[in-house]
């Protein structure tokens, strides 16, 4: 298990992981739906204290089994760069649309040491959809293998997309998503960046592109679509890593087709 560290409780790490994503989930599930209190951090993008609650249970959790590792998530301040092994957490990815009753959010946790991740867990509560990868040990949904989509041509993919909280930034993909208007099967702007690269490791989106992210965002992602036969790349075509704001992620071809036809 990539010597990895043991929890106090003799469990592996992805075992810890998993009761952690389980744990969040159904204090998500209960929180959904209901009353809540809800604070803007910035232009569209909230929090509410489920995140807050969530992101607490499960540190506790993780500090409990390993005292010695670093936490990093995103209603904590402020981030820096991941050395020794650290504990990467999104607590609630998709919160405006948990936030408005949209059935589509999760939980993920990963764990990396100087920028190389080696466990990545996303978790679906609604549908109970546990997407798993160890580096060199593949990528499961529920225990089944996953691999990208074998899509040759952005013709006939599906291909998601999410603006993130930076004006500027939005509206270029807006643009963008002009220019793919019909010249690929169809788009998606579904709200969560870590469901959409779960999608493309499990072969559901052929492609997903996002151009301000951090790193709790795709460090499962990044590793579910690494051990499914996929690739994420910047806007440039280089291999993205932790801290990359700007993403493309599929199979290579198709990669390597939309940069060449639609970034320049």
């Given at each position: 298990m990539n010597n990895m560290p043991v929890a106090r409780s003799g469990r592996s790490c992805q075992e810890i992981a998993i009761e952690a994503v389980e744990m969040a989930g159904q204090i998500l599930m209960e929180g959904f739906g209901s009353g809540r209190q809800v604070s803007q951090k910035s232009q569209g993008n909230l929090v509410t204290d489920i995140d807050v609650l969530v992101e607490k249970e499960i540190i506790e959790l993780l500090k409990g089994e390993y005292p010695g590792l670093r936490v990093l998530s995103e209603e904590s301040a402020p981030f820096s760069p991941?050395?020794?092994?650290?504990?990467?957490?999104?607590?609630?990815?998709?919160?405006?649309?948990?936030?408005?009753?949209?059935?589509?959010?999760?939980?993920?946790?990963?764990?990396?040491?100087?920028?190389?991740?080696?466990?990545?867990?996303?978790?679906?509560?609604?549908?109970k959809e546990l997407f798993v990868a160890e580096k060199g040990?593949?990528?499961?949904?529920n225990g089944s293998r996953m691999r990208v989509s074998r899509e040759s041509s952005l013709r006939g993919s599906l291909v998601g997309l999410d603006l993130g909280y930076q004006r500027e930034v939005g509206k270029e993909l807006l643009k963008m998503a002009g220019k793919l208007w019909w010249q690929v099967h169809c788009l998606r702007l579904i709200g969560s960046a870590s469901l959409g690269l779960a999608y493309v490791a499990c072969g559901r989106f052929n492609l997903y592109i996002h151009r301000f992210l951090?790193?709790?965002?795709?460090?499962?992602?990044?590793?579910?679509?690494?051990?499914?036969?996929?690739?994420?790349?910047?806007?440039r075509g280089k291999p993205a890593d932790l801290f990359c704001q700007e993403i493309i992620a599929g199979n290579e071809k198709l990669c390597e087709e939309f940069i060449s036809r639609f970034v320049g």
């Amino acid at each position: 298990m990539n010597n990895m560290p043991v929890a106090r409780s003799g469990r592996s790490c992805q075992e810890i992981a998993i009761e952690a994503v389980e744990m969040a989930g159904q204090i998500l599930m209960e929180g959904f739906g209901s009353g809540r209190q809800v604070s803007q951090k910035s232009q569209g993008n909230l929090v509410t204290d489920i995140d807050v609650l969530v992101e607490k249970e499960i540190i506790e959790l993780l500090k409990g089994e390993y005292p010695g590792l670093r936490v990093l998530s995103e209603e904590s301040a402020p981030f820096s760069p991941v050395s020794d092994y650290t504990w990467i957490i999104d607590p609630l990815d998709g919160t405006n649309n948990y936030v408005f009753g949209v059935p589509f959010f999760c939980v993920n946790i990963a764990l990396a040491r100087d920028g190389e991740i080696f466990l990545g867990v996303t978790y679906d509560p609604l549908r109970k959809e546990l997407f798993v990868a160890e580096k060199g040990h593949g990528a499961y949904l529920n225990g089944s293998r996953m691999r990208v989509s074998r899509e040759s041509s952005l013709r006939g993919s599906l291909v998601g997309l999410d603006l993130g909280y930076q004006r500027e930034v939005g509206k270029e993909l807006l643009k963008m998503a002009g220019k793919l208007w019909w010249q690929v099967h169809c788009l998606r702007l579904i709200g969560s960046a870590s469901l959409g690269l779960a999608y493309v490791a499990c072969g559901r989106f052929n492609l997903y592109i996002h151009r301000f992210l951090y790193p709790w965002d795709i460090a499962s992602g990044l590793l579910l679509i690494a051990e499914a036969g996929g690739k994420v790349v910047d806007w440039r075509g280089k291999p993205a890593d932790l801290f990359c704001q700007e993403i493309i992620a599929g199979n290579e071809k198709l990669c390597e087709e939309f940069i060449s036809r639609f970034v320049g």
